[in-house]
T-cell receptor
Framework: AQTVTQSQPEMSVQEAETVTLSCTYD???????LFWYKQPPSRQMILVIR??????QNATENRFSVNFQKAAKSFSLKISDSQLGDTAMYFC???????????FGTGTRLTIIP | DGGITQSPKYLFRKEGQNVTLSCEQN?????MYWYRQDPGQGLRLIYY???????QKGDIAEGYSVSREKKESFPLTVTSAQKNPTAFYLC????????????FGSGTQLSVL
């Protein structure tokens, strides 16, 4: 069974600084997807970024980028120039090719301090 | 606008009562899902459906039931057998053949009176 671990329950950072959220996962599969989802106080789940395991290049979406280390089974999220609107819960998630079940970590609560 | 609509936003259940959470999507997605979120935990899959009139159990299906009579609708019933129903429930749908990108509804908070 796949597991996703987020070891930082809470983090806070000053506005405009850079912050990195960690995520590790355990799987015996070789082909899979990894995701970061954001859940602001409204509790709406929003996809932040996605990484295919077969791609060596790290995914980037504007201020959000990942550091994907397949051998180490690590998938961290870096938020640059953090903004107040980045305050949210962030969930790391894993999906095996051909599987319908997305496995989520327990989340990291990120607070951006003005 | 296309999207997923969950209703009601808040729901209260009495002891021994069944309650039904609504989920409707107009995205023409084949696959739909129900997740449960408890404080301090990630989302856990209750049920999912890949096509009309077919659905599969997720990790925590006990005490829940679903139906998929229409492509657009995937209601979740929380039965009296679910002894700890207080949670935030999220419905999602995805593009055919893959859930690379899940689209989520805005959720229903269920509480026990």
């Amino acid at each position: 069974a796949q597991t996703v671990t987020q070891s930082q329950p809470e983090m806070s950072v000053q506005e405009a600084e850079t912050v990195t959220l960690s995520c590790t996962y355990d799987t015996s599969e070789n082909n899979y997807y990894l995701f970061w989802y954001k859940q602001p106080p409204s509790r709406q789940m929003i996809l932040v970024i996605r990484q295919e395991a077969y791609k060596q290049q790290n995914a980037t979406e504007n201020r959000f980028s990942v550091n994907f280390q397949k051998a180490a089974k690590s998938f961290s999220l870096k938020i640059s120039d953090s903004q107040l609107g980045d305050t949210a819960m962030y969930f790391c998630a894993f999906l095996t090719f051909g599987n319908e079940k997305l496995t989520f970590g327990t989340g990291t609560r990120l607070t951006i301090i003005p | 606008d296309g999207g997923i609509t969950q209703s009601p936003k808040y729901l209260f259940r009495k002891e021994g009562q069944n309650v039904t959470l609504s989920c409707e999507q107009n995205l023409n997605h084949d696959a739909m899902y129900w997740y449960r979120q408890d404080p301090g935990q990630g989302l856990r899959l209750i049920y999912y459906s890949q096509i009309v009139n077919d659905f599969q159990k997720g990790d925590i299906a006990e005490g829940y039931s679903v139906s998929r009579e229409k492509k657009e609708s995937f209601p979740l019933t929380v039965t009296s057998a679910q002894k700890n129903p207080t949670a935030f429930y999220l419905c999602a749908s995805s593009t055919p053949d893959s859930n690379e990108k899940l689209f989520f509804g805005s959720g229903t908070q269920l509480s026990v009176l």
